[in-house]
């Protein structure tokens, strides 16, 4: 697994390697190449010395590895942040530091998969930061982001997307689905856009009035 490069500039996406289900060497290593600044959860950091990957910051609660320097002393300089704030996920916490830094794009990976109860919360503490950068959520069968109250973006006829409701989003119009929405109303456990997808080559058309609302840009790999 090849280092990511040194290029330190906060206007450059950040990547955040949490501790759910690794994903392909292949996504991983296109995520290194154009992240400049690499953070790891504390859960996962054994997981990705063994990549052999340089890490720039290691943050979290260090309540199951108590001697991280040991761990990192051959990757010198790596930032150690204890992160103790048992009333927020490392996820939360990791992306409040790098805001703090003032970084508006934020990449996520490893991020889904294992737990169940920690891919919920990771998918939908998203919108926790929707205001205040960029933030996305990949895995090797989706890219996951809050969408904007209007949102257009270019698709190839066929490309799956589902939309997903965190809590009732209203006021939803949609152009260029292949089953489109005219002023709905999603609410999770209620009705979401799953399993939708582009009609056709050209333009997706989202606009909705109020609430928090996720696209899934999915893929069916083997």
Same mark, same amino acid.
């Given at each position: 697994?090849?280092?990511?490069?040194? &290029?330190?500039?906060?206007?450059? +996406?950040?990547?955040?390697?949490?501790?759910? *289900?690794?994903?392909?060497?292949? !996504? @991983? /290593?296109?995520?290194l190449e154009?992240?400049?600044i690499?953070?790891?959860?504390?859960?996962?950091?054994?997981?990705?010395?063994?990549?052999?990957?340089?890490?720039?910051?290691?943050?979290?609660?260090?309540?199951?590895?108590?001697?991280?320097?040991?761990?990192?002393?051959?990757?010198?300089? &790596?930032?150690?942040?204890?992160? +103790?704030?048992?009333?927020?996920?490392?996820? *939360?916490?990791?992306?409040?530091? !790098? @805001? /703090?830094?003032?970084?508006?794009?934020?990449n996520?990976?490893?991020?889904?998969?294992r737990?169940?109860?920690?891919?919920?919360?990771?998918?939908?503490?998203?919108?926790?930061?929707?205001?205040e950068?960029?933030?996305?959520?990949?895995?090797?069968?989706?890219?996951?982001?809050?969408?904007?109250?209007g949102?257009?973006?270019?698709?190839?006829?066929?490309?799956?997307?589902?939309?997903?409701?965190?809590?009732?989003?209203?006021?939803?119009?949609t152009?260029?689905?292949?089953?489109?929405?005219?002023?709905?109303?999603?609410?999770?456990?209620?009705?979401?856009?799953?399993?939708?997808?582009?009609?056709?080559?050209?333009?997706?058309?989202?606009?909705y009035?109020?609430?928090?609302?996720?696209?899934?840009?999915?893929?069916?790999?083997?």
């Amino acid at each position: 697994m090849s280092s990511h490069h040194v &290029v330190r500039d906060t206007q450059e +996406p950040a990547l955040i390697i949490a501790n759910g *289900e690794a994903c392909s060497n292949e !996504l @991983l /290593s296109q995520l290194l190449e154009w992240n400049p600044i690499v953070m790891v959860l504390d859960g996962a950091l054994e997981r990705v010395l063994e990549l052999g990957i340089k890490i720039d910051i290691v943050s979290g609660d260090f309540d199951r590895q108590k001697n991280p320097e040991a761990l990192l002393k051959h990757q010198y300089p &790596v930032e150690i942040i204890h992160t +103790p704030d048992q009333d927020k996920t490392d996820l *939360e916490k990791g992306i409040e530091i !790098l @805001l /703090s830094r003032n970084h508006k794009a934020i990449n996520i990976v490893w991020a889904t998969g294992r737990r169940s109860d920690h891919t919920i919360t990771n998918i939908t503490n998203l919108t926790h930061f929707a205001n205040e950068a960029t933030l996305v959520i990949y895995d090797d069968y989706s890219k996951i982001y809050c969408l904007p109250k209007g949102f257009e973006k270019w698709y190839s006829a066929g490309t799956p997307l589902s939309l997903i409701p965190v809590g009732t989003v209203t006021g939803i119009s949609t152009e260029g689905l292949k089953y489109n929405m005219q002023n709905a109303c999603l609410e999770i456990g209620v009705r979401t856009g799953s399993s939708n997808e582009a009609a056709a080559d050209g333009l997706v058309k989202i606009n909705y009035e109020e609430g928090n609302l996720l696209m899934m840009e999915c893929n069916d790999r083997d």
